[in-house]
């Protein structure tokens, strides 16, 4: 078994919270000794696009243009960061759920789908007889796409991830979508489909002890160490902080 650190609880903004996961995957590449696992909250609204995605298509929608935006390392559908836990978890490439096809979206979406059901919502993989759309066909937001892996409530998706891989390591980190925004009405969350009245720091308590365990690593509440956080920093002001990288494609 490996060890996972699991660090705080906390609040950011979008090129904060991106340059975080990707300092954590960067680490574990570096020592394939330990995985991380954290979740997190976004201090404004916030677009995340993926990292294929068209900037141009965020301009689109007009309710989006003057929003604040930042793109991730991973790939995926935008999603809008308002009412909801998002989690990051990074292991070694030699976990057995880090081999390539759909194993770690299933076993981390399996005890999302526990937490939900133990508090009575009948929170479900949408399933292998849903395949997913092409990219000349997927919807611009992650939670107007429809995936196997998905999680949904009642037909309505409820939580997507995306996963970013490189030697050594897997980052794959994902939105749970508790609650209505105004800004996407359209999308609504657990809470507004089931009697959910749990605040999110319960949900994210909650994971921080199920999906560590469920991959069958050894939960160790931790801090970040000053090397990873300098290294955020670093990757923040280089990289998710600039136009050459929101505005890339």
């Given at each position: 078994?490996?060890?996972?650190?699991?660090?705080?609880?906390?609040?950011?903004?979008?090129?904060?919270?991106?340059?975080?996961?990707?300092?954590?995957?960067?680490?574990?590449?570096?020592?394939?000794?330990?995985?991380?696992?954290?979740?997190?909250?976004?201090?404004?609204?916030?677009?995340?696009?993926?990292?294929?995605?068209?900037?141009?298509?965020?301009?689109?929608?007009?309710?989006?243009?003057?929003?604040?935006?930042?793109?991730?390392?991973?790939?995926?559908?935008?999603?809008?960061?308002?009412?909801?836990?998002?989690?990051?978890?990074?292991?070694?490439?030699?976990?057995?759920?880090?081999?390539?096809?759909?194993?770690?979206?299933?076993?981390?979406?399996?005890?999302?789908?526990?937490?939900?059901?133990?508090?009575?919502?009948?929170?479900?993989?949408?399933?292998?007889?849903?395949?997913?759309?092409?990219?000349?066909?997927?919807?611009?937001?992650?939670?107007?796409?429809?995936?196997?892996?998905?999680?949904?409530?009642?037909?309505?998706?409820?939580?997507?991830?995306?996963?970013?891989r490189r030697a050594g390591a897997?980052?794959?980190?994902?939105?749970?979508?508790?609650?209505?925004?105004?800004?996407?009405?359209?999308?609504?969350?657990?809470?507004?489909?089931?009697?959910?009245?749990?605040?999110?720091?319960?949900?994210?308590?909650?994971?921080?002890?199920?999906?560590?365990?469920?991959?069958?690593?050894?939960?160790?509440?931790?801090?970040?160490?000053?090397?990873?956080?300098?290294?955020?920093?670093?990757?923040?002001?280089?990289?998710?902080?600039?136009?050459a990288w929101n505005q890339r494609?």
């Open positions: 078994m490996f060890p996972c650190r699991v660090l705080p609880h906390e609040a950011a903004d979008g090129p904060a919270n991106m340059a975080l996961d990707e300092a954590l995957l960067n680490a574990v590449a570096a020592t394939p000794e330990f995985a991380y696992f954290r979740t997190y909250e976004w201090t404004e609204p916030t677009l995340s696009l993926g990292y294929f995605q068209r900037f141009s298509e965020a301009k689109a929608d007009p309710r989006l243009r003057e929003a604040a935006l930042v793109r991730r390392p991973t790939g995926g559908g935008a999603i809008w960061h308002h009412h909801e836990v998002t989690y990051a978890m990074i292991i070694p490439s030699a976990h057995p759920s880090a081999r390539r096809g759909g194993t770690l979206y299933h076993d981390v979406h399996a005890a999302i789908a526990r937490a939900f059901q133990e508090e009575g919502a009948a929170v479900v993989r949408r399933g292998a007889s849903i395949s997913s759309s092409d990219d000349s066909t997927r919807p611009f937001l992650c939670f107007q796409d429809r995936d196997a892996e998905d999680l949904v409530l009642g037909g309505s998706k409820v939580v997507g991830s995306a996963q970013r897997v980052l794959q980190h994902g939105s749970i979508l508790l609650a209505r925004s105004p800004t996407i009405p359209e999308l609504a969350g657990a809470g507004d489909l089931a009697a959910l009245t749990r605040p999110h720091l319960f949900w994210a308590e909650r994971l921080r002890t199920l999906i560590p365990t469920a991959l069958g690593l050894i939960p160790v509440a931790t801090s970040l160490t000053p090397a990873d956080r300098e290294h955020a920093r670093e990757l923040e002001s280089r990289v998710y902080r600039t136009p494609r």
